[in-house]
């Protein structure tokens, strides 16, 4: 099915509800990176091209798509949804062939990924203003409208294409907004195959326009164009920094979902049975290219030895393979570049003296030819000093640190620029709940990790950005308040 799917071809762009090269003809690859082979060609797109998009989306903004009432709207996501849906086999093949995330669980993400589009399309007729009672005269009304901000430039990195796309999208839809998705130049598929849905469920021309080329050639113009209102953006915390400064000269409204460090602690009365997968997958699950990897991991001494013997043993057991065999636990790296920097960091561990209990190599095989991949991780003795307890490496790597008390793990946790998440494991809920509070993170889970759903909040503190996706909060993000005063004597 997957060689079917694609076969080399050259996969257009979507502007203003055209399937376009891009006006200078130049294409980047497109690469499967458990392979190494070329799957297909994008356009390479460039300033010129950008200012193409935000024009159509200006002209969609100001035109028909303001005559499209909450109503017309959520009918418009109910039916891409119903599309996703039908399509979903087929867009999970191509996120996997793209970026290497296992099948399993790019299949598995069904139930969030169309759940976004269903909850953002309920919250498309719950918008409303306030009526409110001022001070001024009794003679004058006083109420507030909710107005959407307009053109969207939304920027999003390989590692979960589709979310991320329907992310951005779906509220900018909900609300009246128009946008222009610039995807990661190493996963464009799932984008661009989403706006052919998108106009299939009759979305008006220049509403949704997909532009792919690199950060520099495409997203540095789409983050400083002029004629954008608001940027959202996930990705590394230096481009996120590089994004804000673009936007400073427009005053841009600015959404940043970026990196982290996340701690993971594991107090002694843990249930270590059930811990062990749950810290493993925390960074094992997309090859620790998640953003909310839990890799700084904190062990009660009492338990650390055992559990970091049963950590690894775990980590030993898992597949590692091509995405599309449906056994495939730990997929590729996406390419050769993230490859070596992951490999630069696991060389650093062991310079600065922490212990490589499992893997870090390349594994042996045929199978392995041409891919990126790298066995998962583990690293006793770590020091809270080390750059590899410091800085977001974004791949297989688990870095363990013992800690004595509960107060001492709480503080080391959060001495880190980053606040994206944090995940506590013990019986206690109380003690559980103690530390919650004191964490400094967007998102904290007690007793398992990942859970990400449409109508909960989630996004980071500190260095990991601001802004939230998700839930009711992240809309107003797309929506200006306008107050209104009538004088009725
Ligand atoms: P990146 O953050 O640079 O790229 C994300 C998106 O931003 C891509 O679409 C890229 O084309 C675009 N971009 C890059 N430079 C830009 C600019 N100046 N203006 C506008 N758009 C720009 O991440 P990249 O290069 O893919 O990976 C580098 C490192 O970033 C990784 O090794 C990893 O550590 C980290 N990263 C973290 C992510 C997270 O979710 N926490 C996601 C992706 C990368
Ligand atoms: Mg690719």
Same mark, same amino acid.
């Given at each position: 099915m997957a060689d079917a799917l694609y076969t080399g071809q050259f996969c257009p762009m979507f502007i203003d509800g055209k399937q376009v090269p891009a006006q200078s003809g130049e294409v980047l690859g497109v690469t499967d990176p458990a392979s190494g082979r070329s799957i297909a060609t994008v356009p390479r797109a460039g300033a010129s091209d950008v200012d193409l998009a935000v024009a159509a989306a200006r002209r969609a903004f100001e035109g028909p798509w303001s005559k499209f009432t909450p109503y017309d709207r959520q009918e418009i996501l109910l039916r891409i949804a119903d599309l996703v849906e039908k399509n979903w086999d087929e867009l999970c093949v191509t996120d996997t062939l793209d970026m290497g995330l296992p099948i399993s669980r790019t299949l598995g993400n069904k139930r969030r990924v169309i759940g976004m589009l269903r909850f953002y399309a309920g919250q498309a007729t719950a918008l409303h203003g306030d009526y409110i009672e001022n #001070? =001024? #005269?009794?003679s004058m009304i006083t109420f507030t409208t909710r107005e959407p901000v307009g053109v969207v430039g939304a920027i999003i990195p390989w590692n979960a294409p589709t979310a991320a796309s329907i992310w951005k999208i779906a509220p900018a839809l909900a609300t009246g907004c128009t946008i222009v998705l610039k995807p990661s130049e190493d996963a464009p598929l799932v984008p661009l195959r989403l706006t052919q849905l998108m106009q299939d469920a009759g979305l008006p021309d220049g509403v949704v326009n997909v532009v792919t080329g690199t950060g520099a050639e495409a997203g540095a113009p789409l983050a400083q164009h002029p004629d954008v209102n608001k940027i959202v953006f996930t990705g590394s915390t230096a481009t996120g920094q590089a994004i804000a400064r673009a936007g400073v000269d427009t005053l841009k409204r600015i959404t940043l979902e970026l990196g982290g460090k996340s701690p993971m602690i594991i107090c002694k009365d843990a249930d270590i049975a059930k811990a062990i997968p749950v810290a493993a997958m925390a960074v094992f699950a997309h090859s620790g290219q998640i953003c909310i990897a839990g890799s700084r991991l904190f062990v009660a001494r009492e338990i650390h030895d055992e559990f970091l013997h049963r950590l690894s043993e775990y980590a030993q057991s898992l597949k590692i393979g091509h995405g599309l065999d449906p056994d495939t636990d730990l997929g590729p790296l996406i390419n050769a570049r993230q490859t070596s920097k992951v490999e630069d960091y696991i060389a650093s561990g062991e310079a600065e003296g922490a212990k490589l209990i499992t893997g870090g190599d390349r594994p042996a095989g045929a199978e392995f030819d041409g891919g990126n991949f790298l066995r998962p991780a583990v690293f006793g @003795? =770590? @020091? $809270? $000093?080390m750059k590899i307890a410091r800085e977001e490496i974004f791949g297989p790597v688990i870095s363990a640190m013992p800690f004595d008390t509960l107060d001492e793990a709480v503080t080391r946790a959060n001495a880190t620029p980053y606040g994206l998440a944090g995940g506590i494991f013990s019986r206690d809920l109380s003690t559980a709940h103690k530390m919650v509070k004191r964490l400094k993170a967007g998102s904290v889970w007690v007793n398992m990790y990942h859970a990400i759903d449409p109508a909960v909040p989630f996004g980071g503190l500190k260095m990991s950005g601001y802004g939230k996706e998700g839930g009711v909060e992240h809309l107003d993000a797309y929506l200006d308040t306008k107050s209104v005063w009538i004088q009725t004597d």
């Open positions: #001070s =001024v #005269s009794q @003795g =770590v @020091g $809270d $000093d």
